[in-house]
């Protein structure tokens, strides 16, 4: 079977989880330096010595010190790019991008911080400056890749679709609802509709957005309160579902869903947005979905 440009396109916006590092700054952080630590004191790599007057096991632990908080401070902004932007799916392009400019950042970071730890000598060169990125690249892709390529079975999990018959209205025999009545964070906002009427409820910051559909018309409408809490609210409806950590869905609105293992997209009747379903939330969403 041949493999065409299209297919390597396909695979390379397929979505893809991003790695332990990105998810867990700290930790991913704190597992990456320790390796680097451990490879250089057990393998002591070529030109790795000691610098000044420092034995050469603290030499390594003042660069690997150096190395954490770039190195952190990376990955912090690519955890809270990656929650921001939810609706964007991150996949195995921006994994791989993400995996070399974090390598690049250690060999710059190393190469700098040579200035402080060693001796005082000519250092401001392209040899000293390559020879430092090579050292940490080489040895620093060992743990990055493994981080990456830890998911890699969700690139080669193939994605379905299946639709669903929604209700973009009240169901007939369904006119005796009761209302549901929300209440904001401040206590100073309410809200009430028809549990027929809700779509799905997303977070916005300090707010939730609510979209309705009342009187044949679709309705958006702000509430300041946190997702969790209006979770909780609405807890008493069935087939209300908390499906992504920034969504609660009406699962007799879901038309249909596309995706796999690693999460879902779901598009609503009422609503032209497609909603995420993370991909903890998935068996959960595929056995409530088929009771209602």
Known sequence: MTVSSENIKE????????????????????????????????YRPHQAHEARTFPFYFTMILYCTALAVPVLVFNLILNRIYRL???????????????????????????????????????????????????????????????????????????????????????????HEKQIHIISKAKKEELSFLPSEFIYAESDGNYVIFHLFVREQLKEVMIRNSISEID????????????????????KKVSSKSGNSLGYQLKLAGSNNKIPVSRQNTRKFDQLIRQH
């Open 11 to 42: 695979l390379l916006r397929k979505r893809y989880p991003p790695n332990f590092i990105i998810r867990s700054p700290f930790t991913g952080t704190l597992i990456l330096m320790i390796f680097l630590l451990c490879f250089a004191l057990i």
């Open 85 to 175: 932007t939810y609706k964007k799916e991150w996949n195995i392009t921006r994994e791989l991008l993400s995996d070399i400019f974090l390598l690049f950042l250690m060999g710059v970071s190393a190469y700098f911080a040579g200035f402080i730890i060693e001796t005082p000598t000519p250092r401001w060169n392209l040899a000293t400056f390559f020879d430092s990125l090579m050292s940490v690249v080489l040895i620093g892709m060992i743990p990055v890749l493994v981080f990456t390529l830890i998911n890699i079975r969700y690139l080669l999990t193939p994605e379905t679709s299946d639709e669903f018959a929604a209700f973009d209205h009240t169901p007939a025999g369904e006119s």
């Open 232 to 251: 909780q609210q609405l807890s008493a409806i069935p087939f209300f579902m908390r499906i992504h950590r920034a969504f609660i869905v009406n699962l």
